[in-house]
């Protein structure tokens, strides 16, 4: 592990300084000579569009950030929480977020980088009249903002969004609900501005140089920010179950510009430079493994997609299975657990592999639980799942008829060779083949479980899904040094405040507690975290 702080993110860097500097100079460039041959250029770019767009790989970048941040950002909770993931790295002696012993120092790196890295730099395109003069450039800037706050408030709750940036004394927390009402609203204008931006200028690709997602596809930036939109809607069905069903019918309202639907539509980072974080952490600082509930679930299932996902493990006792590593264990010094399955490197975790943000296949399985709910909109729950486990094969390059017809194979016992104490029994008995005649928690079960193994490597979205709805089943925590503040069985619902908002922000800080309503620790459910029957 390679930790350190940094307001800027290396790779973003260069493009913020570049273009900060660009927009100080914005005023002048008009009276240069450039400025005929911007407003004429057959790409579409103007001079403004140019100064702004230079900020954009860095807003993109930063919701991922580059390996050090990433790992502190997502991968050592997230990813580990949701059960894809462990690490075989014994971090301060086993005293770490993966035995609930939060540790502030790296989790304070997630409100660096989202303040710092990303809203700094939207506030700075909004400063340069983009809400006005360029509506399409700042529809892309909103939907990149909804999908890096939707990452920080989902990991603790109530966060600083309308009044950040506006005071350096103190800043306001806003309560997630109000939060949630911003996204939507947010999503409204990026989808109404580019809905218009398309019809007025068909053809016309004015972000394809600065766009890291989908080469200046606005089409395609719609449907990822009507995807966005459904995803969020199915947050609060338990807490706020009109508003929900409301927002999942306005994203699969095909008037609105449709949702993701096949693999070319998945929204992935990639490019410019940019190199995919997992990689290293798993190759170069060997700090990443299998988690234990993916063997149990991949293997039990014989799953196609297990070889994709991850690699065979090393160690000579069990080389060439696929074996994980519990959450909670007591891990030993580097080589102890080194041998066990790690990502792979050579197919999903290349350097140049995207990182994903959204895939087509998560859609479908939304569209499903949706329909299990009798939302408009969302075609057949059967014909959905499907569909999703389908096109999530079809993602990785493997065939899924025999997975999809098969109503026997069930999650098996996990087993560590290295200690006895992490042994558990399967956790969950569910199968894959559809059945119709199942009550609705088992159907709810089966999507969520198979939404869980397409949505692979997107710990935050999973562990979210996990904390609504209880699936899929995951293995409790081995060791839970929280003090008692986190059920281990109930396992861990949100990240604490940084001891430096408690610092700088104090007074805030303790309303944005008081608007979560439980203590500030990892065991206070956030706002869409009911603890009610799914149905």
Request: glycine share 8%.
């Amino acid at each position: 592990m390679k930790t350190y702080y940094k307001s800027i993110i290396r790779f973003g860097s260069t493009y913020c300084i570049a273009a900060l500097l660009s927009l100080m100079l914005l005023e002048f460039t008009s009276c240069t000579k450039n400025f005929e041959k911007y407003n004429t250029d057959n790409t579409g770019l103007n001079s403004k569009q140019f100064q702004v767009g230079l900020i954009y790989p860095a807003i993109q970048t930063a919701i991922f950030g580059e390996e050090g941040n990433y790992q502190l950002d997502q991968n050592l909770n997230a990813d580990c929480y949701s059960g894809y993931m462990m690490s075989a790295n014994p971090f301060r002696g086993n005293i770490n977020n993966l035995t609930y012993s939060l540790v502030d120092g790296w989790n304070q790196q997630i409100f660096i980088d989202a303040y710092t890295s990303s809203l700094f730099d939207i506030n700075a395109i909004a400063k340069a009249g983009t809400k006005t003069a360029q509506p399409d450039f700042w529809g892309i800037a909103l939907i990149l903002k909804v999908e890096t706050f939707d990452r920080l408030t989902d990991k603790y709750g109530p966060v600083s969004y309308t009044a950040s940036g506006k005071s350096v004394v103190s800043t306001p927390y806003d309560s997630q609900q109000s939060v949630y009402q911003q996204f939507f609203l947010q999503l409204d204008t990026a989808v109404t501005s580019l809905n218009s931006f398309v019809a007025a200028n068909p053809g016309k690709t004015p972000f394809q140089a600065y766009d890291l997602v989908y080469n200046g596809d606005y089409k395609e930036w719609i449907k990822f920010a009507n995807s966005l939109r459904l995803r969020l809607a199915m947050h609060l069905v338990k807490v706020d179950a009109a508003t929900a069903q409301a927002q999942a019918q306005k994203a699969l309202d095909p008037a609105n510009g449709g949702v993701l639907t096949v693999n070319t539509d998945n929204a992935g980072i990639s490019g410019g430079g940019y190199h995919n974080p997992l990689n290293v952490i798993t190759s170069s600082w060997t700090d990443i493994s299998m988690g234990a509930p993916l063997e149990s679930y991949m293997v039990g299932y014989n799953d196609p997609r297990l070889p994709k996902y991850v690699a065979p493990a090393t160690d000579p006792r069990f080389a060439g299975q696929y074996k994980g590593i519990r959450i909670g264990s007591l891990i030993t010094a580097k080589p102890g657990y080194s041998g066990y399955s790690i990502l792979n490197t050579q197919t999903a975790f290349t350097s140049g592999s995207p990182m994903l943000m959204m895939t087509a296949a998560e859609v479908w399985f939304l569209k499903a639980e949706a329909a299990l709910r009798g939302w408009t909109g969302a075609g057949d729950a059967q014909t959905d799942y499907t569909t999703g486990i389908q096109t999530s094969m079809q993602q990785w390059g493997v065939s899924g008829s025999a997975y999809i017809a098969d109503v026997t194979s069930k999650p098996v016992a996990y087993v560590d060779p290295s200690n006895a104490v992490n042994n558990s029994p399967a956790v969950s008995t569910i199968t894959i083949g559809w059945d119709p005649a199942a009550a609705n928690e088992q159907k709810l079960e089966r999507i969520i479980t198979q939404k869980w193994l397409a949505m692979y490597p997107e710990g935050q979205e999973a562990w979210t899904e996990y904390r609504r709805t209880g699936y899929p089943k995951l293995f409790p925590v081995v060791n839970n040094n929280s003090n008692g503040t986190i059920d281990s069985q109930t396992q861990i619902r949100r990240l604490a405040y940084p001891q430096n908002e408690y610092t700088t922000n104090g007074t805030e800080v303790k309303k944005a507690v008081q608007l979560l309503g439980g203590p500030d620790n990892g065991g206070t459910r956030l706002w869409w975290d009911v603890s009610k029957p799914n149905f």
